[in-house]
């Protein structure tokens, strides 16, 4: 079973921080790489804010 991490992620102006924007992929507080799909639901669930959200890597699909 995998340990749910604690959901760092939430809407806002992310995307248009060009600073933010130069900072690698891995080192962003709302990226969590290889989490399953029931830990990545169990997590967002147990954290129910509006807006909240993660970004992790494709259980099926390599790359995506």
């Given at each position: 079973m995998e340990t749910v991490p604690k959901v760092a992620g939430?809407?806002?102006?992310h995307l248009l921080d060009t600073e933010k924007c130069k900072t690698p992929l891995e080192k962003q507080k709302w990226y969590f790489g290889k989490l399953g799909r029931a830990a990545a639901e169990e997590c967002l669930n147990?954290?129910?804010?509006?807006?909240?959200?993660?970004?992790?890597d494709s259980d099926s699909t390599v790359g995506k």
């Open positions: 939430s809407a806002g102006n147990h954290n129910m804010k509006v807006g909240t959200f993660l970004i992790r």
